[in-house]
Structure formats: C-alpha cells, structure tokens
C-alpha cells in the first residue's frame, strides 16, 4: 500500500467561518464532518430545495453501483477518483478492493477541508494500492504525472468525477478538462460522471434559487446544467446502458425516485 506524502503536509488550514460544499455534503448524507455554519446552510438549503439530502444520498449509492460494475463486469483495476470529497462509509477503495483485493485507487483533491482528512483514505489491501494526490482538475498533465507513481497508464482506467464539474463555472473549460483527461487515458477507460441538473424532467427548477442562495453564503460556486451540455462531456466515450439518467436509476432497483443529478458511466473505445 502506497501513501502520499503530499496530502497533508504544508496544507492550509480549513475555514470553518464559512460553509464549505465538502461538509455540507457530508452533513448531508449524515456524517460528521462539519460545523454550526455548514449546517446552519444546509439546513436553509434543504428548506428551499428538499430533495437535496436525497440527491446527496442518491449520488453516494450510484458511486458504489458504477465502481462495483466496472470491477465486477469489465475487469477494471485502476480508479482515478477526483475531487473525492470528505472521506464516508463504502469509499471507491473499500468498495473495488472488496471485489479485487489488487484494485489501485488514487483519490484526487486540492481542496483544504478535504485534505486535512485525506490520510483516513489511505488505508486499503496489502494486495492493493491506496494513494491520495494534491491537485488541480484544471491540471491534467500534473493530476495524471502524480497519479502515475501509483496507476499504469498503460492500462485501462476508471476516471471518477462525481459531482465535480459542477464547480466548473464555464462549460466549455469543464468540457476541455474531461477531453484533456480522458485523452491521456488508454481505450478501455472509463469516465464514471454525476453532475446536477436543472431540467424540469427531472425535477431540477429549485436547483437555480437554491444554488443563487448558496453561490452568496457559501463556497466554492456551483452550477447546474442541462442534458444536452452534460452529454456533451461523453463526446466520443461510448455510454453504458441504460446511457445518461438520474444517478438514483442507474442500475438501481426498479422504481427508484428520480433525483435531478444525472449520472452515467462510458467507455473510451
């Protein structure tokens, strides 16, 4: 098992003066990891927007049904999971090393609040490897030139990135980091993508006040969007049926409730 030594050392000290999505999330799905103001934001969030613990809940399970495929059904190895968040129960590493005791997972974040509990992460099976990098998602050369210590590039990878792209404000630079990624990747890559939405089919109008209200009090800026533009980030990738829906319906049991956060899993061919 690997460690990285860059996880928390010279890391800044998280700001708990302000709501923090890290924690709010966790709040969300009922962890501990946050403070009276995540809370206290959450809480106002979830009055405006109710479905907001269950899109959270819901994005949590999809994790565990996409990495328990990709180990069980395609035979990946290797899991680039970025913009990670706060660690929880049934993390990308306990759940593909439960299936393949040699999965080797990197875990990928830049963010303070995250960092500063980056090490609960570094735990996994001696067959395997479990490492946690510092980095930017902007920076594709710099995510994939640390993750290598620990991946084979060689081979086909799980690109993760659940509920990050979200906090790419301009499309076309969130489009641009997907391609610059998945273009250094081998054909039999995966990209596992979730991302909010604002379309109505899925229920997402009160997406755009309750983001107004936490683009004000809280951090980072978010962003919903629309099918067509999170479809736009599969270009050239090959879905995996049943394609682009509401991560509660991927691969879920029949008549799950739909949540507006699609979620889909595709192949580099």
Known sequence: MSESRTATEGTPAPNTAVAHNARVWNYWIGGTDNH?????????VAGMFPVIREVARADRLFLGRAVR????????????DIG?????GDNTHEIAQGVAPDARIVYVDNDPTVLAQARRLLTGTPEGATDYIDADVHDADAVLERAAKTLDFGRPVAV???GILN??????????????????VPPGSCLVLTHPT??????????IPAMR????????PITARGRADIAAFFEGLELLPPGLVSCSQWHAEPGAAVVPQFGAVAVKP
Request: hydrophobic share 40%; proline share 5%.
């Open 213 to 220: 209200f936490w683009n004000e009090n809280a951090t980072p």
């Open 167 to 184: 906090f790419v404000l301009d499309t076309d630079t969130a489009r641009e980091i997907v391609r610059g990624i998945m273009s250094r």
């Open 69 to 80: 495929l990709l180990a069980t059904e395609r035979g990946i190895r290797q899991f680039l």
């Open 160 to 162: 993760m990135m659940l």
């Open 36 to 44: 009276p103001v995540d809370r206290q934001v959450g809480e106002h």
């Open 84 to 88: 990670t968040g706060l660690p929880t």
């Open 198 to 207: 604002h379309d109505a089919g899925l229920g997402g109008e009160g997406q």
